[in-house]
C-alpha cells in the first residue's frame, strides 16, 4: 500500500449546508474558504484520512443581511472563531468507491465526533497534466452541540431554525 499525499484545492471544493427554516423550508448556504490535505491510497478505501480547515468568514447564502448575522456573535462570531475543522481519525469501506468516515469536527471552539458518507472518485489525470481526486461527503449535525443556539420561538411554538442541519462537502484534492 502507498498512501499519497493530495492538497485539497481551495478554487474547486466548498462545504455547503442546508436548515430547515420557520418549520416549512430550508435555508441553503455555502462555505468556499476550504483547504487541507488528504491521505489516500485508492485501491484501499480505509486508508484515506482528512485534514481540513473551512475558513468562516467565506459563508455565503444569498442574502447579505443574513450572512453578516451568521458572522456575528448570534452564530460563528468568526471575529473569535474563524476556523471550522475536521481531522479524521478512521475510514470503514461501505462500497467499492465508498467509505464512512469518522473524526473531529470542531466548530465555535467546540470539538465532537462526528461520522461522514464519502464517495471517493478518481484517480484523473487532468487537461494540465496533473492528477486528482474528487471527494464527496455528507453528514447531519445538531447545531447546539457546537454552540450555535441562537433561535427565535414561534406563535405557534415552533422555532425559526432546526437543530439539525445537513452537511455536504465537496473536495477535489491534486496529488503532491
Given amino acids: 500500500m502507498v498512501i499519497s499525499k493530495w492538497v485539497i484545492d ?10 430547515e427554516h420557520l418549520m416549512v423550508s430550508y ?8 483547504s487541507g490535505t488528504v491521505h489516500f491510497d485508492p485501491p484501499d478505501m480505509t486508508s484515506v484520512s482528512v485534514e481540513l480547515q473551512i475558513g468562516v468568514s467565506s459563508i455565503m447564502t444569498g442574502i447579505q ?19 471550522i475543522s475536521f481531522k479524521s481519525s ?26 461522514i458518507e464519502v464517495t471517493v472518485s478518481g484517480p484523473v489525470k487532468t487537461p494540465f497534466g496533473e492528477t486528482c481526486i474528487g471527494i464527496t461527503g455528507r453528514t447531519v449535525i445538531n447545531r447546539e ?7 427565535q420561538t414561534l406563535e ?9 442541519v445537513q452537511i455536504s462537502i465537496s473536495l477535489e484534492a491534486d496529488l503532491t
Fill in 10 to 19: 481551495p478554487d474547486h471544493s466548498v462545504g455547503a449546508f442546508s436548515v
Fill in 27 to 34: 435555508v441553503h448556504g455555502q462555505l468556499n474558504g476550504v
Fill in 65 to 83: 443581511k443574513r450572512d453578516e448575522h451568521l458572522r456575528s456573535q448570534d452564530f460563528f462570531d468568526v471575529e473569535t472563531y474563524p476556523v
Fill in 90 to 115: 478512521k475510514a470503514e469501506r461501505t462500497g467499492f468507491s465508498r467509505c464512512k468516515v469518522s473524526g473531529d469536527l470542531t466548530i465555535h471552539n467546540v470539538t465532537k465526533p462526528i461520522t
Fill in 145 to 151: 452541540d457546537f454552540r450555535l443556539t441562537w433561535n
Fill in 156 to 164: 405557534n411554538s415552533g422555532l425559526m431554525f432546526a437543530k439539525d
